[in-house]
């Protein structure tokens, strides 16, 4: 990484061009309330409660820049990442306020094969630390580190029809807390292989269909068989989005996802329903609507926890709506409401999340 960033900096042809494609701060509040009263791997279970409030305060930037060289490809730099500090309500004992770090930096250097075809190269780090976090139903995904390296492989076929593949690999270790050690049985190492096609319908539709295999590994979960130590999994996706894009935008996608494993507790089959739409409105407002809903269903009945990657939206329900303004020409308002039915890192006990969010955007170029 360190070597790859410095290319951006030395050795590149005088003739490259750089660009800053986008670079955004961010601000806002939200007052969000969390109900249910579950269990959670990583945090202790004294003082959970049924129903808490909190309101958070929210801090961003993201950045995102290119050095295009002509004849060459380009090399892409972004950053995403922010603080958010919450004051939470509602428990026992403890009033909590934790604080959450989260950040991802992604490089990646595309080069064109031809005029039909490209390849690129991407790797991406990201982490979260979170201080002080509360118990339940207060659900913030526990502290980690990733990395990731994949390549992309695309192509322009015949009648219009666009060709896709992508390989990667990723590592991610979680952040152990003195009063939840079991968190390290999360950390797993990844690669995956994914092939998608892009089939045109006219001028402003699309669709894509997509298939994906992912094989991981949870090398601190043990599966108590001596000639197989280690849980190891399988998953395979596949799905289809259709997309209409014109003076609106709306796309319509299922994706279907089967998780095998060595250890019982973990297999399960799941499918997704997603919906965006997106508008412009009179009086400089443009407003945003995004909806996702996931059946799940484990093949197992199992009386102990059955251990989840740590991503609580790897089988979320969620909807919100948005309103955003301009303001000025590089400062804008956004307004957001939204929910989420989401599971803990124990299998089939879910939380569910009301929020509503003010947000100011400010871009200074």
């Known amino acids: 990484m360190a070597f790859a960033c410095g290319l951006l900096a030395v050795g590149l042809p005088a003739e490259g061009q750089l660009s800053v494609r986008d670079l955004v701060v961010t601000g806002g509040a939200s007052a969000e ?8 791997v990583s945090v202790p279970v004294q003082d959970s409660t049924d129903v808490v409030s909190a309101l958070v305060g929210e801090v961003g930037a993201r950045f995102d820049a290119a050095y295009q060289i002509p004849g060459h490809g380009a090399f892409s730099l972004a950053f995403d990442g922010g603080l958010r500090q919450f004051s939470a309500r509602g428990f026992e004992l403890t009033d909590y306020a934790p604080r959450e770090w989260v950040g991802t930096l992604d490089l990646a250097y595309a080069r064109p094969l031809g005029d039909r ?60 807390p003195q009063l939840a050690p079991q968190i390290r049985l999360l950390n797993r190492d990844a690669a995956s292989v994914e092939v998608g096609v892009l089939l045109p319908g006219g001028p402003t539709t699309y669709m894509r269909i997509f298939g994906a295999v992912e094989a991981s590994r949870y090398p601190d979960q043990d599966t108590f068989l001596p000639e197989d130590p280690f849980r190891k999994d399988r998953t395979i996706q596949g799905g289809i989005s259709w ?95 939204g929910w989420t039915h989401a599971e803990t890192e124990i299998g089939e006990e879910y939380f569910e999340r009301f929020g509503a969010s003010f947000f100011l955007h400010f871009r200074p170029l």
């Open 243 to 337: 997309t209409y894009e014109a003076d609106y935008l709306l796309q319509l996608a299922i994706e279907g996802r089967g998780n095998r494993s060595n250890s019982r507790r973990p297999e399960y089959d799941a499918v997704t329903f997603r919906g965006i739409f997106t508008s412009s409105l009179p009086g400089n407002l443009a407003f945003s609507a995004f909806g996702a809903v996931t059946a799940k269903q484990y093949l197992h009945p199992s009386e102990f926890a059955r251990l989840l990657p740590g991503e609580e939206a790897n089988s979320a329900s969620m909807a919100y709506v948005s309103l955003t303004r301009a303001l000025a020409r590089n400062l804008d308002a956004a307004f957001r409401v």
């Open 33 to 40: 309330g969390y109900r249910g009263n579950l269990p959670a």
């Open 117 to 176: 075809a490209g390849v690129a190269v991407r790797s991406r780090l990201r982490g979260r630390d979170v201080e002080d976090r509360p118990p339940m139903p207060l659900f913030l995904q526990p502290g980690y580190r990733s990395a990731e390296v994949g390549l992309a492989f695309d192509a322009d076929g015949p009648f219009g029809i666009h060709y896709d593949v992508a390989v990667s690999a990723d590592r991610r270790d979680f952040m152990v």
